[in-house]
């Protein structure tokens, strides 16, 4: 079975600061990989997906994230964090294998930004 | 294109109580999934129907239940409520296919407590 481990549950930026969040993965072999943004008491938006391919994915907002293998990570990545960011992130795993579309999510990182 | 709605935004609910959530997935989505969100918790996986079929279900007692119609709009249902239940019901439906098609789109959530 899949696991995915959010080390950080808070996070806090300036703004206009760079932002890393990160994400670690258990998995036998490559799953899917996806980030997910949270805005209180709304849904989960999809920030980025990593299938196959290039490692460095961009997506929605300026956000990118990168895959590493050997680390089992898919860190999610902004150069400049904007005020309208903070919001509660997840990071997902899918298996390839699996016939259905069930995800594993990781417990969030909660991420605030100072002016 | 509208996407998942879900009905009601918020429950209240007294121990004991049954209750029924709504999910309506976006037009042309067959694969509709179950998660409770918990801040104990985080996000965890109910069930997820495909073609008026479970195809995959989570680690949830026999309490939660729930079914797909012909049009793909989805039912959960939670008998014999308790406090623990009170959660962020999220729902999510996906397209049908292989790789970047199982990506899924969710709804708002319903808000349900339990008193």
């Known amino acids: 079975a899949q696991s995915v481990t959010q080390p950080d549950i808070h996070i806090t930026v300036s703004e206009g600061a760079s932002l890393e969040l990160r994400c670690n993965y258990s998995?036998?072999?490559?799953?899917?990989l996806f980030w997910y943004v949270q805005s209180p008491g709304q849904g989960l938006q999809l920030l980025l997906k990593y299938f196959s391919g290039d490692t460095l994915v961009q997506g929605i907002k300026g956000f990118e994230a990168e895959f590493k293998r050997s680390q089992s990570s898919f860190n999610l990545r902004k150069p400049s964090v904007h005020w309208s960011d903070a919001a509660e992130y997840f990071c997902?795993?899918?298996?390839?294998?699996?016939?259905?579309?069930?995800?594993?999510f990781g417990g969030g990182t909660r991420l605030m930004v100072k002016p | 294109k509208a996407g998942v709605t879900q009905t009601p935004r918020y429950l209240i609910k007294t121990r004991g109580q049954q209750v029924t959530l709504s999910c309506s997935p976006i037009s042309g989505h067959r694969s509709v999934s179950w998660y409770q969100q918990t801040p104990g918790q985080g996000l965890q996986f109910l069930f997820e129907?495909?073609?008026?079929?479970?195809?995959n279900k989570g680690n949830f007692p026999g309490r939660f239940s729930g079914r797909q119609f012909s049009n793909s709009r989805s039912e959960m249902n939670v008998s014999t409520l308790e406090l623990g239940d009170s959660a962020l019901y999220l729902c999510a439906s996906s397209l049908e296919g292989t790789g970047s098609l199982r990506t899924l789109h969710f709804g708002n959530g319903t808000r349900l407590t339990v008193t």
């Open positions: 998995y036998g072999a490559t799953p899917y």
């Open positions: 997902a795993v899918g298996a390839p294998d699996n016939a259905g579309n069930m995800l594993t």
């Open positions: 129907y495909f073609s008026e079929t479970q195809r």
